[in-house]
């Protein structure tokens, strides 16, 4: 969770999601998108870095994925909101 100076392995990925964690995904981005991309991370949320992205941004939660072609920060809320907590080995 939070924001990470280096990326989830890809099993430390589904692990996550596995939990009901949402990873946040973004290439490199100005300031000001960088800024409110990593106001997304809490608990279960981890935001970082990573090169081989299809899009800027990309969201993933258990069976689910969110692409964005820029930084959309209600819709990547809307998305976190609506799958945190939602995996096979979540806590209720």
């Given at each position: 969770?939070?924001?990470?100076?280096?990326?989830?392995?890809?099993?430390?990925?589904?692990?996550?999601?596995?939990?009901?964690?949402?990873?946040?995904?973004?290439?490199?981005?100005?300031e000001a998108d960088l800024a409110d991309?990593?106001?997304?991370?809490?608990?279960?949320?981890?935001?970082?870095?990573?090169?081989?992205?299809?899009?800027?941004?990309?969201?993933?939660?258990?069976?689910?994925?969110?692409?964005?072609?820029?930084?959309?920060?209600?819709?990547?809320?809307t998305f976190a909101d609506a799958r945190l907590g939602?995996?096979?080995?979540?806590?209720?």
């Amino acid at each position: 969770s939070g924001v990470l100076e280096t990326p989830l392995t890809r099993p430390e990925q589904v692990g996550s999601l596995e939990l009901g964690g949402i990873v946040i995904q973004h290439q490199p981005l100005d300031e000001a998108d960088l800024a409110d991309v990593e106001s997304l991370a809490r608990d279960g949320i981890a935001v970082f870095e990573a090169t081989d992205l299809p899009a800027p941004v990309v969201a993933t939660a258990w069976l689910f994925k969110l692409t964005c072609d820029d930084v959309d920060v209600d819709a990547l809320r809307t998305f976190a909101d609506a799958r945190l907590g939602e995996g096979p080995g979540a806590d209720g």
